[in-house]
């Protein structure tokens, strides 16, 4: 299987790393190929200019690049910090300027733009891990799960996903090794489950 795995975290050696880098051991141990991409360390502009709006807009070579891989990805794993309940702004203009038309969704024919999508994504699976310095009781209760409806209703249904997966961990700031170790078994866990080993791999 193809995977494409979108990184979008500033700090070399976060606990984001560490949850990309285990989600691609996993996957290579189990004989995917994976698309890897961290936005900050390529240096990914998150501005949508635009002439680059519409569907047969000519594109970066570097954006036109990822709309190739996540258009060809048999599974997606996401991976970025909470952010005021939204992922980080390189992460958002990912979202920008590669899930767009002709790619990710289109609209049928008839439909001027004001209907509901239809998904073009050939992904079988898509996950989403995420951190958090906000236990998470005090943070549904304040603001409910904003990422959740991002990622699930807004994105990955519209585009024709079926199984999503998205896991918060936290509180970052407070955990002891322990504990961040046994999220990131998790996260193997998790990719393992969802893209296991290829037979005969």
């Given at each position: 299987m193809n995977i494409s795995l979108?990184?979008?975290?500033p700090q070399p050696g976060s606990l984001n790393h560490a949850i990309a880098e285990t989600a691609l051991a996993t996957l290579k141990a189990h004989g995917h190929a994976v698309y890897c991409h961290d936005l900050y360390a390529e240096?990914?502009?998150?501005?949508?200019?635009?002439?680059?709006m519409s569907r047969d807009a000519v594109l970066d070579p570097s954006v036109a690049q990822?709309?190739?891989?996540?258009?060809n990805a048999d599974g997606i794993i996401v991976v970025h910090p909470n952010w005021w309940g939204q992922p980080p702004a390189v992460m958002k203009g990912w979202i920008d300027r590669v899930i767009r038309p002709g790619v990710a969704y289109e609209f049928l024919e008839g439909d001027a733009g004001d209907g509901v999508p239809n998904g073009l994504l050939r992904a079988?699976?898509?996950?989403?891990?995420?951190?958090?310095n906000t236990p998470q009781a005090r943070e549904l209760a304040a603001v409910g799960d904003p990422l959740e409806a991002i990622w699930r209703r807004c994105i990955f249904d519209l585009c024709g996903v079926t199984t999503f997966y998205r896991t918060m961990y936290g509180c970052v700031v407070t955990s002891s090794p322990e504990e961040r170790q046994s999220w990131l078994d998790d996260v193997a866990g998790t990719v393992a489950r969802h893209?296991?080993?290829?037979a005969g791999g």
């Open positions: 979108i990184l979008g975290h240096g990914f502009d998150p501005i949508l200019p635009y002439g680059e990822h709309c190739d891989e996540i258009a079988q699976a898509a996950l989403v891990f995420n951190t958090s893209f296991p080993a290829r």
